[in-house]
């Protein structure tokens, strides 16, 4: 099983995310936005550092997707994503095409890619999609006192168009159910408590109790069923 969390930079999905992986007692799967990606720094750096870096940043996060399918895969047991990887195709990666930031030749390359990850047997829809909104003005309020020293100086604009897209995306997401909750009903920074009443809805949401047990099926077995 999969609990996917979701929104757009400043949402605090990494904090929710290593929250309800402790409390549930689930695996993690966090975001390669470390010291393991080399790219989200120069993306960052203006509009020329988007044009000359959108390509890479977004085909590392795809080759990082792939790696946490393999891990998912060999380790079994249930996992918290952080980030989905439709938000990185849809929402990312077709921001930076339809922005000018990557070429139509990059973006159908990018397209090939992304379709053969949906493909693998590992890319089932997470059980619920956990995604956290709130107005931009709010979103902005987070990054400027809490995001990376490149995002704190990223032009408010571009968030703005972020948080547009995010939104006409999440109003016709249909892979699964989702659970929508508004960042300002809670603060895990400030009051980490918060996270019983978030997870209280999580499980509400899940309508069973989270299988902290539960194996994923093998990949071979999930491949003969649908050539079945």
Known sequence: MI???????????????????????????????????????????????????GLHLQLHFLATRFAAM??????????????????????FARGLFEQGYMSSDDWTLYQQLYAELLHAPAARPPRILIYLHGPVDTIIARIATRGRPKERDTDPAYWRELHERYERWIGGFAHCPVLRLDVRDYDLVADPAAIEDVAARVSAAVGAPLPQTELWPPARREAGRHAG
Not at 12 to 39: C, H, I, M, Y
Not at 84 to 90: L, P
């Open 3 to 53: 609990l996917g969390v979701a929104g757009m930079v400043g949402s605090g999905k990494t904090t929710l995310s290593r929250a309800l992986a402790a409390r549930f007692g689930l695996q993690l799967a966090l975001e390669s936005v470390g010291d393991d990606n080399p790219w989200l720094e120069r993306f960052y750096d203006g509009p020329e550092g988007m044009r000359a870096f």
């Open 70 to 91: 393999r891990r998912m895969i060999g380790t079994g047991g249930s996992w918290v994503l952080d980030r989905t990887w439709y938000e990185d195709a849809e929402v």
